[in-house]
């Protein structure tokens, strides 16, 4: 009896999206149910700013087998407790969105409410809700060690990621594919053949005609694939998240290397700030309808840290997402499948998230079925949109209205479903928890509170509770995250022990 024939996997474009897609086909598929090539050419750059993650890409690497001390090494990688929003309410705010907790839940009850019945009365002996997040302290004051694994421990109320040269990484993940078979062809696509079931074949410049069962387009913003050869419609989110474009350059590291990335809000849109080893990333992030792109280049030169390493590059881009992802046997992974600013470090999520339901719905006999690729499309949309959301908020939760950009942004018409879930924390302090979805109640907390969207009641169980004894629960969170960050090591000190190994 002869074996069934491998399902031939075409990935067009390399960069962070195509890799990521090829090691995990090659680690899951290659050389048993499946032959992977990836069609790449090195004449297109990448985009290569996506150097920010939040802690599910430990879980993509620890899946792969990738060990921790050897990608940091590779990588140029730092490590990652939160995202500093700067001058977001109003001009000289500074708040931290955690990878970990606020405090516990006492009896049930979640804890930013009983810190709620504690502060209420404005008593500035109250520890700030920010004290109550071990993440942020140890931020706030440089230092960094793994998690804990008892969960008893404060210190096992957080979690990490990593902020790394998206180059390197995309290098990284290239060997680990090539070494499990994935085959590379260089080449630029010149042409796409189609049939009923979708695309047929590709065709490089060099006349090289490349056959598939399955097409992943990785192509980036020029969606070669979804959009080029199968027009997929697009949803245009530019109303919402005006920012269509951002200056990218490279600065010399200043001081220590911080566990954190920073956002920084300027007159038309943000400034990042991303600290690797061997440089900070930076760029700004501006809506050309309310600045001029060369303005924002100074603005961005004149705030920058160290020394620019080169010159700054321009890119524009229109925030939404295809209306279908997966058409036929093409699948879009990545900026061809959508793009959502990167406020919050999400794109390579997104990424490792469509990959993630890839493999989850590939099909194990070589035929591609509509009720996957509908369960697919159902999934990636919905995550989109409860990302847009959280995004949004970040615009819309202001108070600032010193340019005409963040007078748009807090009057604006806002998505419904971001009305319901700003209206119910507003009332009653209520925090939309999800089965499935990125961002936990803890991330809406920290925007929340960050940005002075306060709640008008507290938990009718915890306001007959003694304002005392609400106040004697924060201060001993307090106490014992600042005890778990005093004990860690600096973020320098980790790095520089993982260097050495």
Known sequence: MSAAPKTRIVIVGGGTAGWMTAATLAMSFAGRTADVTLVESDEIGTIGVGEATVPHIRFFNQRLGIEEADFVRRTNATFKLGIEFRDWARIGDSYIHPFGDFGHDIAGLPFHQHWLHAARNGDEDVPSLEACSLP?????????????????????????????????????????????????????????????????????????????????????????????????????????????????????????LTPYTRATAREAGWQWRIPLQHRTGNGHVFSTRFTDPERAREILLANLEGEALAEPRMLRFRTGRRTRQWIGNCIAIGLSAGFLEPLESTSIHLIQLAIGKLVELFPTDGMLDTADAAEFNRAMALEYDRVRDFLVLHYCATERDDTPFWRHMRTMDLPPSLTEKIAGFRDRGIVASYREGMFLPASWLAVYYGQRIVPERVNPLIADLPVAESRARVAAVAAACRAAADAMPSHDDHLARIRTA
């Open 136 to 256: 942020i302290v140890a931020a706030r004051t440089n230092r960094f060690a793994p998690p804990l694994n008892d969960p008893r421990a404060v210190g096992s109320t957080y979690s990490y990621a990593y902020q790394f040269d998206s180059t390197l990484y995309a290098a990284y993940l290239r060997d680990y594919a090539e070494a499990r078979g994935v085959v590379r062809i260089e080449g630029r696509v010149d042409a796409v053949e189609q049939h009923a079931g979708g695309i047929a074949a590709v065709r490089l410049a060099n006349h090289t005609r490349i056959e598939g069962d399955v097409f992943v387009d990785c192509s980036g913003f020029r969606a070669l694939l979804i959009k080029g050869a199968l027009q997929a419609g697009h949803e245009d989110w530019s109303h919402w998240l005006p920012c269509d474009a951002a200056w990218a350059v490279p600065s010399a590291n200043v001081g220590p």
